[in-house]
């Protein structure tokens, strides 16, 4: 079902959104209008765009508004009605609103009119986002400049976010809304006012329910591996080898065995004499419900299935019916078709992964095996520790979300890492991001193959687009690659998110400063004046030092300029410093890294190294990454990480969930 123009506009108005003023006619009488300009518009659920199908005229007088209506009526004989409003002026935006099927209600926002789709200067809002982060996401469109004022136009900030305040509270009291567009919404110093509408509803679609998983769910203290062998070439071999380091009681379960690499194997988990807290699961997909039911029996609380051959492979029934078994004895699943999952601090893995990480603070979600694999071999060369890793598989039964929930809730993780393909509950995961720091990876930014869109709205918001804002605007970190993804870590796991973006550049190489400086404005980071201590600098500096931030040591500069110049940096209020160090050869760069983890200890504020180079920096790299300090080795590695970190909405997470 749709909603014309005019039945968008009294929905509007019951909300205390204004509207323009209209009036709605049928027949071929001329309606009593006498407010010109005037636009003139057909009224009709066939005609979607209706200035593309010439449905809209413009009218100066009764004489034009008569011609018009002739016009009109002969190109829509079968129109519904027509209708006239007043023509209003300002900044064109563009409004519109998708009920996404992850995250339920977002609204787009940006520089409207015809060209929408062209431009594409849009961010997408989700209906639970506070006023503060409103703001944030349109600072992130040109719409926003035109508002705060640019050559002759001006708009009203405020006037809009109660605007969009006033659209949101509609589309929570009205789940059937799937999209609307309010294209134009003219914006002026005294006004917000949609010059169009059109909305199509449909009824909200059945969504799975989010279930929060107990807190020790994957803090096991005893393991059971279904289908261990003493086979080197099978996966229940590798589960049995990868749980020798774990500090808990391993139990294997095959009836062709009496002992697997040194365990005692059980014919079946009934058959283990102890309590057993998680079942690691490698036996044929067939086979996985009755197991699943003796693991019921049992009083086992966490199934791992390992084994593939379900939805992956055309048999969403099997799958179903692991769902049934698990939720008839309260088992929660992880997978099917799962690596496993790895907690360090455990010495547990209680995967097929070859490698257990290095023990940290990072809580890895991946809806990739393979992925994990890479990222488990890349983590000691990076120096990236993490406190649990989730292969989250086919999420049968548990899903990324109530993952990131549960890593939200443990003592045990500074930063959440998140690979996602694909979510279903989006809505829920926003309630979450921002109380932790969290970096994501999505895969699916091409939108190639889309269908033909209904609406603006419609054509604009790809998964990727609206995953990337909605996340963003909540407090998360969407990055394009792993390494990004580690650099970030990085930082958040040393400082979390800072509220500060004031920026301090200390280095001895002119060209990285320069490009440092370039890269953090860019960014929109605040570049710092150092003229309140420019003549305390001047006393231990050289000459042609260069007095201004990026505050250049010059090439010949050692750790004892490096210490003089920090004492007196301290002086002055800024919330990160960025040390470069290039090297030269009086460079003595494990002294200087000495000196940049005393500078982060003495001001108890973030502090990040930039050692570029290769061999000769090695050692002070070691340093710092050795006391917790962030080191890159280059200047947009870092700035990026900074600015990554900093956190835009100033609101604090307690403020937000009671917003939100």
Wanted: hydrophobic share 40%; net charge neutral; aromatic share 8%.
């Amino acid at each position: 079902m749709d909603l014309t123009e005019p039945e968008v506009y009294k929905l509007l108005s019951l909300y205390g959104i204004s509207v323009p003023k209209y009036l709605v006619f049928e027949g071929e009488e001329l309606p009593p209008w006498n407010t010109f300009p005037a636009v003139v518009k057909v009224v009709s659920k066939e005609v979607i765009h209706k200035s593309n199908a010439g449905g809209v005229l413009f009218v100066k007088n009764r004489e034009e508004l008569r011609e018009a209506l002739s016009k009109l009526r002969k190109r829509f004989p079968n129109a519904e009605g027509f209708i006239v409003e007043e023509k209003l002026e300002g900044i064109e935006a563009f409004v519109g609103v998708k009920r996404d099927p992850s995250f339920l209600h977002v609204v787009g926002a940006g520089t409207g009119g015809i060209l929408v789709e062209l431009f594409k200067d849009v961010v997408f809002i989700p209906v639970r986002s506070t006023r503060e982060e409103t703001a944030e996401q349109l600072k992130k469109t040109k719409l926003y400049r035109l508002i705060k004022g640019f050559r002759n136009f001006k708009g009203n900030e405020e006037l809009f976010l109660d605007f969009l305040e006033k659209l949101k509270k509609l589309l929570r009291e009205h789940p059937e809304i799937y999209e609307l567009d309010l294209n134009p919404t003219f914006i002026t110093d005294r006004y917000v006012i949609p010059a169009d509408g059109r909305a199509l509803l449909k009824e909200p679609e059945e969504r799975r329910e989010f279930k929060p998983l107990p807190e020790n769910l994957f803090r096991p203290k005893s393991v059971a591996v279904i289908g261990a062998s003493t086979n080197p070439k099978k996966v229940g071999y590798a589960l049995v080898r990868n749980l020798e380091r774990f500090r808990g009681k391993v139990f294997p379960v095959n009836p062709k065995y009496e002992k697997v690499l040194g365990f005692k194997c059980y014919p079946s988990v009934n058959d283990i004499p102890e309590p057993v807290d998680c079942a690691l699961i490698a036996v044929p997909a067939p086979v996985v419900p009755p197991v699943l039911r003796e693991c019921g029996e049992k009083g086992i609380k966490l199934a791992v299935v390992i084994s593939a051959g379900f939805k992956e492979a055309g048999r969403e029934d099997l799958e179903r019916e692991v769902v049934e078994v698990a939720r008839n004895y309260g088992i929660r699943v992880l997978g099917p078709n799962t690596l496993g999952f790895m907690v360090p601090p455990l010495g547990l893995n209680a995967s097929f992964s070859t490698t257990l990480p290095p023990e940290g603070e990072i809580s890895f979600l991946s809806q990739s095996g393979a992925l994990i694999t890479a990222v488990v071999d890349a983590a000691a060369s990076e120096d990236i520790g993490f406190s649990e890793v989730i292969s989250l598989g086919n999420q049968a039964d548990i899903e990324i979300t109530e993952c990131f929930d549960l890593a939200v809730r443990s003592p045990d993780t500074k930063v959440i890492l998140s690979y996602v393909e694909g979510l279903e509950l989006g809505f829920e995961l926003l309630e979450f991001v921002g109380r932790k720091p969290a970096v994501f990876i999505k895969a699916g930014r091409s939108e190639g193959g889309k269908r033909a869109a209904a609406s603006h709205t419609g054509s604009l918001a790809g998964d990727y687009k609206v995953f990337k804002d909605a996340v963003e605007c909540r407090g998360g970190v969407v990055v394009d690659s792993l390494e990004e993804a580690f650099d970030c870590c990085r930082f958040l796991s040393a400082y979390g998110r800072l509220k500060g973006k004031k920026l301090l550049i200390v280095t001895n190489a002119g060209g990285p400063g320069t490009l440092a400086a370039d890269y953090a404005t860019s960014f929109g980071l605040e570049l710092i004046s150092v003229a309140p201590v420019e003549k305390e600098l001047s006393q231990v500096l050289p000459p042609n030092w260069s007095r201004i931030n990026p505050v250049d040591l010059i090439g010949d500069a050692t750790s004892d300029r490096y210490r003089a110049a920090f004492e007196i940096l301290e002086k002055l209020e800024w919330d990160v410093c960025l040390v470069i160090v290039t090297p030269q050869s009086m460079t003595d760069v494990p002294e200087i890294a000495h000196e940049v983890v005393k500078l982060a200890e003495r001001s108890r504020r973030a502090v990040v190294g930039c050692l570029m180079g290769g061999s000769s920096v090695s050692k002070g790299i070691e340093i710092l990454k050795r006391e917790g300090i962030p080191v890159y080795p280059d200047p947009y590695r870092a700035v990026n990480s900074i600015r990554r970190g900093v956190w835009s909405v100033q609101s604090s997470s307690e403020e937000r969930r009671e917003k939100g």
